[in-house]
């Protein structure tokens, strides 16, 4: 049952993707986790850590890329990491670019750039860590704070209604004609030849904190695969700032909270929608049509 | 011997391991407590946010990829030009031209009137080997973009207007902080805000020099005509490269769409960046010449980490560490210092009888020469030193031009911008600003003078 974590024969090694040392998140923060989802998956494409760029903008999330992990990394400004990966993956196509940055960063500020890249189906793979607040800076509320939330900013409850960023990132996604279909002419000619890629689109979005973490990684994997662009949004709430304020005191605290507000896409198609109204969907989609269809129009 | 074991110095006692044993291994805060019912299922250790479970005694630490060299180690080299020879040219045809003769390989850009004519001449890109255009979605995330080609070892441009170089502001910052070379063109328009967009006006100049929050210095050319828009962005690529900082082309409208006689030699003197691996990469080379620490690019075998944080010379983060901030601005100061000394920019000789001396830059240069020589056939005694390095601004030399003591009179299109930089070194200067969104004319200038206004306003 799962995979041989540690083979003593094997020279290579998730590991080689972290630097070695404890993290400097906070007990109970998931991103520690995400880290290490994100070593295997990177491990199990046969990627080369200097052929990877991580990028990530400012926020705990950025700190995934930037302080721990063993490729080439870019701690950018606040909300700009995509359009910094597009530069980087442009200049250098043969590098595999990923992002890893937190909601209010590629989320709130700098939303136009994931819609943007999404639209041109760069060939960069975006892991938006979705903690419901901004974390480093106190726990404010941003564009992704559910509805009803204590936040810093939101004593009384958020007003305001959550970005579902799956159903963003399909509906934003653009199928960009090959060189066959004539897509090649025109002034961006020489990008779209080789650069921007028909591949159809990717967003998925997992649950840290599971029993099922290999699928997780299956998917961070796929997402790292993917020719195009791969969006993977992974829900980790915030222990300081969200958790407490938000009556979640524990870790099976934290597993109710979950399993109340999120349902798998598998379940979800033998769920009548009335039994799971208001949660949101885990899995991988590939068009806005199926994701819709699955969220019965709720969106 | 137990399959399992726990780095305790690792460990937070968040509990996720037990959230997720199918058995009893874990006690509620990650404590081993019954490590016989272990089934070695691994679910531990991957949801283990700090890796401080271990499932296999001897698994050891892995060791990262090592350091090997990457390509060439820079520095000059004669290239030849692509379109040598005498054309008639605009300074935002002109410019597409240096910045590709130069090495420039990417462009990113955003869509600004008046300078985008300047990204239409970039296109020019698509047609080079590894040349790369982008539009992006907005000035911010084109400087970024800009950026990060710059790391993954491509020289980099991108040009806009004031409120595109508004936008650039923080990215500017994160440039110099970083010490990554990239070639910023703002084509001065009439403002503040939308002001007069297809209008000329030189109010960027403080805001160029000092772009960037925190004391982000960096180097800003401002040429006077078709010619200086080649050569000086030539200098801008070599400069940049050669001291891994961002540099400011600062033309106004005028400059941007007047088309003038201009001779493209066939060869330039081309900076290619340097790369070390012995050297330390940020903060000043440990044989400090006229260039700045080497920068292995993305994708070499040497890893490169690169923070807008505060940071050391191997690029870690430091960001509390009060000595590190003032090492940190230090250095980025004397980088620009260095490139003034590289500039080595000198004053037009000035007879010592000349009792007025004009100080301009950009388009009013030329009008200011045309009033000279007027103003020279009525008996009047005026020089002119045009400026064309406003960062770092070159004020010992312009001391040492204004030794004899001369009425100085600084013309601008703006509230009076230049003038700061000039009183600074000469505090007497006197000051004529026009802000109508059209050019200062060579007769304003003569009236100027013939009716010493100057006089009446004091
Ligand atoms: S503040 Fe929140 S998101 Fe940041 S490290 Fe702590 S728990 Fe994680
Ligand atoms: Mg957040």
């Known amino acids: 049952m799962g995979e041989t974590i540690m083979n003593k024969n094997d020279e290579r090694s998730p590991e080689r993707w972290i630097r070695p040392g404890q993290t400097d998140f906070c007990p109970g923060c998931g991103y520690g986790t995400i880290l290490n989802y994100l070593a295997r998956a990177l491990e199990k494409t046969g990627a080369d850590p200097s052929l990877t760029v991580a990028v990530g903008g400012i926020g705990c999330a950025a700190w995934i890329p930037d302080q721990y992990m063993q490729t080439h990394t870019l701690h950018t400004t606040h909300g700009r990491p995509i359009a910094f990966a597009t530069g980087v993956k442009l200049a250098k196509p043969e590098l595999n670019v990923l992002v890893i940055s937190g909601d209010g960063d590629l989320a709130t500020i700098g939303t136009s750039h994931l819609i943007h890249a999404a639209r041109r189906d760069l060939d960069i793979t975006v892991f938006c860590v979705n903690n419901f607040v901004y974390g480093m800076t106190g726990g404010q509320a941003g564009g992704t704070t559910p509805t009803g939330a204590v936040t810093s900013t939101s004593p009384a409850g958020h007003a305001e209604k959550p970005l579902d960023l799956i159903s963003l990132v399909l509906a934003a996604g653009g199928r960009v004609r090959t060189e066959a ?19 159809g689109r990717f967003a998925a979005r997992e649950i840290v904190l599971t029993r099922q973490p290999q699928r997780v990684i299956s998917t961070c994997e796929k997402a790292l695969a993917h020719q195009g662009f791969s969006f993977v949004e992974l829900i980790a709430p915030c222990a300081t700032h969200f958790n407490r304020k938000n009556r979640i005191y524990s870790v099976t605290d934290l597993k109710a909270y979950l399993n109340a507000n999120y349902i798998s896409a598998s379940k979800a198609t033998k769920t009548p929608l009335t039994d799971r109204a208001g949660k949101q969907l885990c899995g991988l989609f590939k068009s806005k049509e199926e994701y819709e269809r699955l969220v019965g129009g709720a969106i | 011997m137990e399959r399992i074991s726990i780095k305790r110095e690792l460990c937070k006692k968040c509990g996720y391991c037990a959230s997720v044993c199918p058995t009893d291994v874990f006690g509620p805060n990650g404590e081993l407590q019954n490590p016989a019912e272990c089934r070695h299922c691994g679910l531990c250790a991957l949801i283990c946010p700090e890796r401080a479970i271990v499932l296999d005694e001897n698994n050891t630490e892995k060791s990262i990829p090592e350091a090997a060299s990457g390509p060439g180690s820079g520095g000059w080299n004669k290239v030849q030009t692509q379109k040598p020879g005498r054309h008639l040219l ?18 990113a850009g955003y869509p600004i009137t008046p300078a985008s004519e300047i990204m239409y001449g970039m296109l020019g890109l698509n047609n080079i080997p590894n040349g790369r255009f982008i539009q992006m979605e907005d000035e911010i995330s084109s400087l970024a973009a800009v950026i990060g080609a710059a790391l993954a070892g491509k020289k980099a441009m991108t040009a806009t207007s004031g409120p595109g170089l508004s936008l650039m502001q923080e990215n500017i910052s994160f440039a110099v902080m970083t010490e990554t070379p990239c070639v910023i063109v703002d084509v001065m328009r009439a403002g503040p805000s939308t002001g007069q967009a297809t209008r000329p006006a030189q109010g960027d100049i403080m805001p160029a020099i000092w772009s960037g929050h925190g004391d982000a210095r960096k180097i800003v050319l401002a040429p006077v005509d078709i010619a200086d828009c080649y050569s000086l962005t030539i200098e801008a690529f070599n400069l940049s490269e050669m001291f891994r900082v961002p540099v400011i082309i600062l033309i106004d409208e005028i400059i941007a769409h007047l088309k003038e006689i201009v001779d493209i030699p066939e060869r330039n003197l081309v900076y290619d960046r340097a790369y070390d691996p012995n050297e330390r990469h940020f903060g000043p080379p440990s044989n400090y010449g006229r260039r700045a620490a080497s920068l292995p690019p993305f994708g070499g075998r040497e890893l490169l980490h690169v923070t807008g944080s505060t940071h050391d010379q191997s690029g870690t983060r430091a960001a509390s560490n009060p000595d590190m901030e003032q090492w940190t601005t230090d250095s980025i100061a004397r980088k620009i210092q260095e490139a003034g000394a590289y500039i080595h920019w000198r004053a037009p000789k000035i007879k010592k009888n000349t009792k007025h001396v004009i100080i301009a830059c950009g388009s009013v240069v030329r009008a200011a020469e045309e009033a000279v020589r007027r103003l020279a056939r009525q008996g009047e005694s005026v020089a002119l030193i045009p400026i064309k390095f406003l960062s770092p601004f070159p004020d010992l030399e312009l001391e040492k031009a204004l030794l004899h003591n001369p009425e100085v009179h600084v013309i601008e299109m703006n509230q009076g911008q230049l003038i700061h930089l000039v009183r600074a070194v000469y505090p007497a200067a006197l000051s004529l600003t026009q802000n109508t969104g059209t050019a200062i004319e060579p007769r304003r200038i003569i009236d100027y003078f013939l009716n010493k206004e100057w006089e009446r306003r004091s």
Do not use: H, Q
């Not at chain 2, 605009?90 to 462009?107: H, K, M, Q, V, W």
């Open chain 2, 90 to 107: 605009s300074g935002n045809e002109t410019i597409a031209l240096p910045a590709l003769d130069a090495g420039c390989r990417f462009y």
């Open chain 1, 181 to 199: 279909e004539g897509g090649a002419e025109g002034l961006n000619a020489s990008v779209e030849s080789d650069m921007l890629i028909a591949s």
